[in-house]
């Protein structure tokens, strides 16, 4: 995110109103975690909007949105509640997850949410599938789910949740954020490796469902080559397990000659 300003945020908890960070020009600066209850303004490109960490009395108004936003979709693959793993809902309302919901208060109605797991002991974790030595099991954490309504796409709030999920995720003790994603989902998985979420493996979930598992290492500083690009399609699962078996990862999004979406692989050089 190149072309976005963050600025500096005060802790979210109970009930005030602080201003979030306006996208500007790609000034990086820290965020702090979210808190229990208190609202605050969203950037400038959505005046009005209000973010705040839902509780257990939020469950109705999220699963009607998740609703609304399934029967949205153009791609059913895009999605699919069969893919997750449990209660979505009720397990990160709980104690081993968090919701941050964003607000339309002119309209009363939750317009996104992003979710973030913070698995414990004996909990499903997506290290082992990439896999993580079961050491690094405790610094895990599933960025489990993001939504956004229709009507207010295309202004990067998706990337806010992103951002603002690492950053609480960090204060907590994780390291390694770990997701899974349809290949052919291209607005989230393009938003997940411009965030430094590399697709690194496909994964099967849920009932035969294939899925790209996406990871960062927040001590890892990782680099590509523009010029040795791999593009692949991105319907294409033989060439994506062929290209990660050889060690690439999904680095970028490309389009084809006739504009159609597809995969950039390319080898990464680690640094840490």
Not at 49 to 76: E, K, Y
Not at 141 to 159: E, I, N
């Amino acid at each position: 995110m190149s072309d976005e300003r963050q600025e500096p945020l005060p802790s979210l908890g109970d009930g005030r109103q602080e201003p979030l960070p306006s996208l500007g020009d790609g000034r990086q600066e820290p965020l702090p975690s979210l808190g229990d209850g208190r609202q605050e303004p969203l950037p400038s490109l959505f005046p009005g909007l209000i973010a705040r960490r839902l509780g257990p009395d939020d469950a109705g108004r999220l699963r009607a949105m998740r609703r609304q936003v399934l029967a949205s979709l153009s791609d059913p693959d895009y999605y699919r509640i069969e893919g997750e793993t449990g209660d979505m809902v009720a397990e990160h309302l709980g104690p081993r997850g968090l919701v941050i919901g964003v607000f339309d208060p002119q309209k009363d109605a939750l317009i996104a949410y992003g979710a973030l797991g913070l698995p414990g002991p004996g909990d499903m974790n997506r290290g082992a599938d990439l896999p993580l030595p079961a050491a690094e099991w405790p610094s895990v954490a599933h960025l489990a789910s993001t939504m956004v309504l229709p009507a207010y796409r295309g202004h990067r709030l998706h990337r806010w949740l992103l951002e603002r999920r690492l950053k609480i995720g960090a204060e907590r003790g994780r390291r390694h954020f770990l997701t899974t994603v349809s290949p052919r989902n291209h607005p989230s998985w393009g938003n997940l490796v411009a965030g430094g979420l590399y697709i690194k493996r496909l994964v099967v979930v849920g009932d035969g469902l294939v899925r790209g598992l996406a990871h960062r290492d927040l001590r890892m500083e990782v680099r590509f080559d523009a010029a040795a690009a791999i593009p692949c399609d991105v319907s294409d699962l033989d060439r994506q397990r062929a290209l990660l078996a050889d060690g690439q990862w999904v680095w970028d999004k490309g389009r084809t000659a006739t504009g159609h979406p597809c995969m950039i692989f390319g080898r990464p050089m680690i640094r840490p």
